[in-house]
């Protein structure tokens, strides 16, 4: 079976991640042909636009295949725990690559945001022209929950988002819907899933002009305006999160969470994946977000290539996945166990460079 499927219907090259039995959760191989497929594309006359979507009715795409990073960590720990794991930095390294492609590709891509939307397929979605959310869509970056970050780009889309918004999604990996992604920059357009196969038929209907991206704002503003938009918790939210502008510490992000009077389910699940998720992740993601805020896109990938390879050789991200996925015990034993033990030589040890500038191989990001 082939995990990307792929056609051109009159100038529409359309792209569907395959793997419906895994929420079309990227593993290497589908990065590597999503990939090839953009590149092939890139110059072709015969492609105007791109359409990304996922098989099935449930997700666009759950994120990374984790389970299959677990499986490289857990071998290379056997020969030397101390080396990344070639499959995690191939994997890394080419979703990274895909994700900037997608950023700054010269060709509309739209993106059919349906259902379940999180970690790398956030990355797929982010950073496409035109970004369709419907009324089943669910978007997160839930990394903290198993020890990694939020990666695939969010060190630059977190922090583009109004007030806290960025480092209170980051920290608690908050779910958000259909109107909290129109409010918060992370889509363009809502309309209902029966509204499919109207976008696709005028696509493949259009007569392509010449000024193709305001083609296309035309033809989903024109299909949009029949559908209302729900209110955003988010922003009903947005008292509540303006409190963490002014946050310099975790410590001080956790004490206004905990704190807080009126917790409604909202906060109180954004609480709990905070609680409960790794120590570690809460002082490096926070540091992530800090030290981005001034990163070009480019710096963006390159440091969260080195972030994740680091990860693979901390101990909480395979404890943080064999809890969730492999032994289903949802109880990781952390390393630290608690906030209060992560010292700061411990967050700057996820920090440290694992290869020169020279050495890096994201280094030509941006000038082909």
């Not at 039995?21 to 006359?45: F, H, Q, R």
């Not at 290539?305 to 909480?316: E, F, K, S, T, Y």
Request: proline share 3%; net charge negative.
């Amino acid at each position: 079976m082939s995990l990307i499927l792929t056609e051109i219907k009159n100038k529409v090259g359309f792209i569907t991640l395959n793997s419906e039995a895994t929420l079309n959760s990227l593993n290497l191989e589908m990065i590597e042909a999503l990939t090839a497929t953009m590149a092939s594309w890139k110059n072709s006359s015969e492609v105007a636009c791109i359409f990304i979507q996922g098989a099935g009715e449930k997700a666009l795409c759950a994120g990374g295949d984790v389970r299959q990073l677990y499986d490289n960590i857990i071998a290379q720990r056997t020969v030397d725990a101390a080396k990344v794991p070639q499959g995690c930095f191939d994997f890394f390294s080419k979703e990274y690559a895909l994700n900037y492609e997608i950023h700054t590709y010269p060709k509309p891509i739209i993106v059919w945001g349906h259902g379940i939307v999180m970690g790398g397929g956030i990355g797929v979605m982010v950073g496409a022209s035109h970004r369709i959310v419907t009324e089943r869509s669910k978007l997160a970056m839930p990394e903290i929950t198993i020890g990694l970050f939020p990666d695939v780009g969010a060190t630059w889309f977190l922090n583009r988002m109004p007030s806290a918004y960025g480092i209170y999604l980051g920290l608690t990996g908050a779910r958000l819907d259909a109107a909290d992604c129109r409010f918060l920059g992370l889509a363009d357009y809502y309309m209902e899933s029966t509204a499919k196969q109207a976008v696709v038929d005028a696509l493949v209907q259009a007569n392509w002009s010449t000024d193709i991206g305001n083609q296309i704002d035309g033809i989903l503003a024109d299909l949009a305006k029949n559908y209302t938009i729900g209110i955003s918790q988010a922003e009903v939210h947005q008292s509540f999160i303006t409190q963490f502008e002014a946050v310099e510490t975790v410590d001080e992000f956790r004490s206004i969470l905990v704190n807080c009077p009126e917790k409604d389910s909202w906060i109180e699940t954004g609480m709990q994946s905070f609680s409960k998720g790794s120590p570690s992740s809460a002082h490096i993601i926070f540091k992530q977000l800090q030290n981005g805020k001034e990163y070009s896109l480019e710096q963006v990938f390159q440091t969260e290539l080195n972030l994740a390879c680091q990860c693979c050789i901390h101990p909480d991200f395979a404890e943080g996945v064999r809890a969730l996925l492999v032994d289903k015990d949802q109880s990781p034993k952390w390393q630290p166990a608690t906030l209060e033990e992560v010292t700061s030589d411990w967050v700057e040890s996820y920090f440290k460079p694992l290869w020169t500038k020279e050495n890096d191989v994201l280094k030509n990001l941006g000038k082909n």
